[in-house]
């Protein structure tokens, strides 16, 4: 036998003493993969929250139902403010005056000939009560014979032709009641008063401008009751419900929680979006919340 295959059984034979070896001892060479521990179920009872799906989040701004922007009733030149920004005010407080002093003039003259008017009128109606008189007596003259029918008809005449005095001298003054009304209006729009209860936001004026009529003077907004308007699907227009409380938070503000009410859902849907409106209310204290924030609306799809 050559030294070739006397090497070739040789290394043969070493080959099967080690694979006895390992049959023998019975264990693996590749280790089992670890099983992983089962997870709670999403609605198991060791799930302490809601799983995501059945929470739907809409945000919005807060707003407020009064807010607006107060306009100049006519033209003038601002004379005084009264109130700036961040001012809080109440319904009717002054905020700005306008030059009224033309206005004002013009009010007197009206008022002192309303007042002469009025004396004429007291005038008429006495000197008519006079003649009222004269012609009682007269028809009774007439009807004894005692004067022509010529002088009753002179007296009755008299008498008549005054009555339309004193309606006339009435008419006058009707009139120039109106005029005195007229300019006591006109001298109220130079007078700027808050619409409501609120705040000032913004000042658009300052004194000595010249302004026209329908200029932006100040932008008043009230702080209270906070809303917040969203739109959702339709198909969860059966979720909602008028009272029904939702949680509300502030982006800003995380860890300061609120509660707000639904206080109106539209009752049809946009049939071109498939969508509804609503409308919720916060209660409870505002805290840091104020108008224009941008607000988180939590709603129960599942409650």
Known sequence: ?????????SLLLVAVGMLDACTNTGTSTVAAAPVPSPSPSPLSPDSNTRPAADVLTVSGPLIVEHQLDVLAQRDGIVT?????????VRTGDLLAQLDDRQLDADLQAARAKTRSTDADLKNWQAEARVLEADFSRAQKMYDAQLITREQWEHVKFKAEADQW????????????????????????KTRIRAPFSGIIARRYVREGQQVAKGDRLFWVTAEAPLRMRFTLPEKYLETLKHGQQLSLTIPDFPTEPHTAKVVELSPVVDPTSGTFD???????AVGRLRPGMSALLRIDTHP
């Open 80 to 88: 005084k403010l009264f109130s700036d920004t961040g001012g809080r």
């Open 165 to 188: 005095d004193v309606q006339r001298v009435e008419q006058l003054l009707i009139n120039y009641k109106e005029v005195e009304h007229s300019l006591e209006l006109e001298l109220e």
């Open 278 to 284: 609503g409308l919720v209310e916060v209660t409870g």
């Open 1 to 9: 036998m050559s030294k070739v295959n006397l090497s070739l059984m």
